[in-house]
Each structure stands twice: as structure tokens, then as C-alpha cells.
Nanobody
Framework: QVQLVESGGGLVQAGGSLRLSCTASGYTFSSYDMGWFRQPPGREREFVAAIAWSGGWTYYTDSVKGRFTISRDNAKNTMYLQMNSLKPEDTAVYYC????????????????????WGRGTQVTISS
């Protein structure tokens, strides 16, 4: 069956870095666009970043531009989120998700675009 497993979360101080990984199985990873979402405490899930099935485009929410980098390795069925210059407001549960490839960048922000979801990894940034 389809599985998306996030890893790499943890507790770091503000200004620090983390790299999240999302390892996929049970479907053709290289044919799917991928995204990262997060859910801060007491708030709704929000879009963070997305990457095309081919890596041909990437897209970020404004609050993480210049600090986060999304990437993927289709040979390893794995997507990454390099997070630098972390801030307390980045504290959240981070989820990876997959959507059938070939969609537009504009649709990448919508949770409803994605058909498969991981269970999340906690990221906590202390001030």
C-alpha cells in the first residue's frame, strides 16, 4: 500500500537548521508532484513548498522563501526540505503529500490537490 514517511524533525534553537525527509513507497514516486505542508499549534494546515514530479519547478509560501529549499531524488523515492534560519513561528507538525504529476504551480498550494499524505513529523523551534 501507499506510504509516505516523514523524518528529520526535532527541537532546535532559533537560527538553526533541520532537513526533513519524506520517503515514499507503494506508488510511482517519479510521476507525482510532491508538497510539504505544516500545521502550527492551534492553527489549520498550511502550504509550505512543492516540487514538480520532474523537479522542473518549485514553489514556496512567502514566509519560507530564501530559508527553505525543497528537493527530490526520484532514484531514492525521497523528497527533502532543507530548513535554515529557523524561527519560532516555524514550529509545527510537518507533513509531506503527493499529487498526480503534471499539475500547475497554482494548484500546488491546495491541500485538496494531494491524494496521499504522511503522518507528520514535529518541528519545534525554541527562541
Amino acid at each position: 500500500q501507499v506510504q509516505l514517511v516523514e523524518s528529520g524533525g526535532g527541537l532546535v534553537q532559533a537560527g538553526g537548521s533541520l532537513r526533513l525527509s519524506c520517503t515514499a513507497s507503494g506508488y510511482t514516486f517519479s510521476s507525482y508532484d510532491m508538497g510539504w505542508f505544516r500545521q502550527p499549534p492551534g492553527r489549520e494546515r498550511e502550504f509550505v513548498a512543492a516540487i514538480a514530479w520532474s523537479g522542473g519547478w518549485t514553489y514556496y509560501t512567502d514566509s519560507v522563501k530564501g530559508r527553505f529549499t525543497i528537493s527530490r531524488d526520484n532514484a531514492k523515492n525521497t523528497m527533502y526540505l532543507q530548513m535554515n534560519s529557523l524561527k519560532p513561528e516555524d514550529t509545527a507538525v510537518y507533513y509531506c503529500a503527493a499529487a498526480p504529476g503534471g499539475r500547475s504551480v497554482q494548484t500546488a498550494m491546495r491541500p485538496t490537490t494531494y491524494v496521499y499524505w504522511g503522518r507528520g513529523t514535529q518541528v519545534t523551534i525554541s527562541s
